[in-house]
């Protein structure tokens, strides 16, 4: 005689074992009262003992149940036991054929029954045929006779099935000492966030933090080391995340780039006969007179030779200008305009770089009778000043007439490429 033992403790199982409802080919569990468990399955049970040819060998019956089948003896018998009371021995029945709807128990708009059997571990089940009553929707409304009160057994969405059904069928049917057991509550055994799934556990980092190598511990994620471009001039790399910050004279625009700040708007400490002239990163004071003898004031920054003797082999005139641009940069690059003030008939005028171009870093190319633009063709690293004359001369040749002028170009170079 062999016998199959099916001990089930309290703490397993609800107070009345599930219901077993099937309609079509949906199989749907039920939980009884004081649990608040609903959900649809979207399988049926498959019977092996009539599809599997010649399941059991050597004699043995076939017992199909849901999910499987046993192969036992002829003389098996199954002892089935709550814990509390002595086991009780059931009889070994023949093979039964799938659940059948029970005609009059609870019909849908579509004509379709239901059935609903089950039972309480040491009672009658509190549901049989004759207590389904139709009510609104799906609902299959239980009269329970045996224990107290009345429970609805309503269908729920697949979701209330995944985080609510699942987990319970898994305790039911597991041994007490393989259910799950939440490694999350209490002692917390991950740095940051932790989910418990069946099983086991996994750990989560905040944002700016990866796992270590013990997928429980949270590490700094360097932002910085990703790329030089991170940010415009410099990357920060604090816990969590990182910040952009820029040289003196520059202030962050954004999250990443830096922007000049015009020193001569927000404040400066050049003195009042000094003019200040902003440059990318910085700003200067030059004379607001820059003129020197023999040459006076005439306009701003217009300095002119009052005698023609004094000034015999100088320009009559110098105009100062001045300018800035970034470091590095991208050559060629037209970065200057030079224009006749004056334009007389039959003149003629060209145009030359005078002074300040020894290493070649310009040239002055001629657009017309009266302009002409300077071309940067090699890259100036700041910081640094660069001063250029630019000459204009003007002749008419049937008048025997030459004369000069002079743009003395202050080139500011900042310190950075931006």
Known sequence: CVVVCVELTCSQLPTCTAYVVERKHTVAYYMNPGLSLTAVLPFSDINECTTVPDACKGGMRCINHFGGYFCLPQNA??????????????????EQPPLAPAPGCLDDEEGKAFLVQGSYGDSECCCDVSDCTRSQ????????????????????????????????LFN?????????????????????????????????????????????????????????YMCQWQCVNQPGGYVCTCPEGYQLQGNRMCQDIDECETGNNCREDEMCWNYFGGFRCYPRNPCHEPYVKTGEGRCSCQSLTICRGLPPSIVYKYMSISSERSVPADIFQIQATSVYPNMHNTFRVKSGNEGGEFILRRSSNVSAMLVMTKPLTGPREHVVDLEMVTHNNVLNYRSSSLLRLT???????F
């Open 411 to 417: 080139i500011i170079v900042g310190p950075y490429a």
């Open 137 to 168: 929707g799906l609902t299959i409304q239980c009269l329970n006779r045996k224990r107290r009160g009345v429970q609805n057994i309503i269908m729920d969405d697949f979701l209330y099935f995944r985080s609510a059904f699942l987990p319970f």
């Open 172 to 228: 039911l049917l597991v041994p007490p000492c393989l259910a799950d057991v939440n490694e999350c509550e209490g002692s917390n055994p991950c740095q940051h966030q932790c989910y418990n799934i069946m099983g086991s556990f996994i750990c989560q980092c905040e944002q700016g933090y990866e796992l270590a190598s013990n997928q429980a511990s949270c590490q700094d994620i360097d932002e910085c080391a990703f790329s030089s």
């Open 77 to 94: 018998q199954i002892i089935v036991s709550n814990g509390d009371d002595e086991p009780t021995v059931a009889p070994l029945v023949e």
